[in-house]
């Protein structure tokens, strides 16, 4: 899980660090990735933290978005 690496650990609190996570693990269920062993997964996890940052803190909405980008990539 690439939330529990120390680059992230001591800039957000624990409740953030597990929004953020859960943010995380519905993006990568809803695109069909392997959370832990994709090849994207720190891309997806900087998304996660950059629409976190933008305003948006609920989950199913940070996921919902990224799925959307990610589907109309090429």
Request: net charge negative; glycine share 4%; proline share 7%.
């Amino acid at each position: 899980m690439p939330f529990q690496k120390s680059d992230y650990l001591g800039v957000y609190k624990p409740d953030q660090v597990n929004l953020l996570q859960s943010a995380y693990d519905e993006t990568c269920e809803l695109l069909g990735h392997c959370p832990l062993t994709d090849e994207d997964k720190n891309r997806l996890a900087h998304t996660v933290i950059r629409i976190y940052e933008s305003g948006i803190h609920d989950p199913h909405e940070i996921a919902e978005l990224i799925a959307r980008i990610e589907n109309l990539r090429p």
